[in-house]
């Protein structure tokens, strides 16, 4: 099993930035960030392969990075250009193999205001 822990949510202004980290409890295979927004389904915001290799939702695009720590078992999520509609639960699921079930984090709150 892994734990993990988001942190660095928290309310910002539209067109400011924000990094959210997902630490986890031991080495991990991958991981995504998701978000979930009030009366909206979870959705797949980044991701990121065990080779380094990324992935966006179009609607952050160019605005939104995932990275990570391999030293930490860390990975960010950094947010920048931040609009109203990226408000929403994030959370943090990550596998510790190919074939692994994913494991969830609490998930962090990440409030922008127009």
């Known amino acids: 099993q892994v734990q993990l822990v988001e942190s660095g949510g928290g309310l910002v202004q539209a067109g400011g930035s924000l990094r959210v980290s997902c630490a986890a409890s031991?080495?991990?295979?991958?991981m995504d960030w998701y978000r979930q927004a009030p009366g909206k389904q979870r959705e797949l915001v980044a991701a990121m392969d065990s080779g380094g290799n990324t992935n966006y939702a179009d609607s952050v695009k160019g605005r939104f990075t995932i990275s990570r720590d391999i030293a930490k078992n860390t990975v960010y999520l950094q947010m920048n250009s931040l609009k109203f509609e990226d408000t929403a639960v994030y959370y943090c699921s990550a596998k510790t193999g190919a074939l692994s079930v994913a494991y969830w984090g609490q998930g962090t709150q990440v409030t922008v205001s127009s």
């Open positions: 031991r080495s991990i295979f991958s």
